[in-house]
């Protein structure tokens, strides 16, 4: 691996100075590097300078700013990403409502949204082993579905902000070997 002079240095830190996704323009940094040391080793191989090879492959690339506005178009971050962070944080708050209610000693909670779970009543008879108790539970099928639901848009958030391109880490720009 040869050292670049300052000529192919400015260019990549023009280049990814404007690419918005931190990962991707580390990423393209290390593939600019190694595209262009490649290109001036070939280039020096054919009998010119260091300088005037790097000059030649930094040229043959073409203006900084289009090549990072492209980038920037390909990685574009999704709706999707941010409509199930949403979606996660509304899960967490309405699973999180009925603790804070608890936690915080708010008897009236507006947000709070589950009934209590040990609602009973009885019917007919006094107080013996002729008497009917009936519970109340119709929260209990969302109270066991909101957690749920919360751990499968929380993975899949954490898989969209973490990796956002489904299909593997070749991003097209070099083939698998």
Not at 5 to 34: G, H, M, N, P
Not at 76 to 105: D, E, G, H, V
Not at 118 to 137: L, N, R, Y
């Amino acid at each position: 691996m040869m050292k670049l002079q300052k000529t192919a240095c400015d260019y990549i830190d023009s280049v990814c100075r404007s690419i918005r996704s931190c990962r991707e323009r580390e990423l393209f940094r290390a593939e600019l590097l190694d595209h262009i040391e490649q290109k001036t080793a070939e280039l020096m191989r054919g009998g010119k300078t260091q300088e005037e090879a790097e000059r030649a492959a930094v040229g043959s690339l073409g203006p900084a700013e289009a090549i990072s506005k492209g980038m920037n178009a390909v990685y574009r971050p999704s709706a999707a990403k941010y409509i199930f962070l949403a979606a996660t944080l509304f899960l967490a708050f309405l699973n999180a409502a009925p603790w804070l209610a608890f936690l915080f000693n708010i008897p009236n909670m507006p947000l709070a949204v589950f009934p209590a779970e040990g609602a009973t009543a009885v019917i007919g008879g006094a107080d013996g082993p002729t008497s009917i108790f009936v519970s109340a539970g119709s929260w209990s099928m969302v109270s066991f579905i909101l957690p749920l639901l919360l751990i499968l848009f929380a993975g899949i958030t954490v898989r969209l902000f973490l990796r956002p391109k489904f299909g593997g880490r070749n991003n097209g720009m070099r083939p698998r070997t």
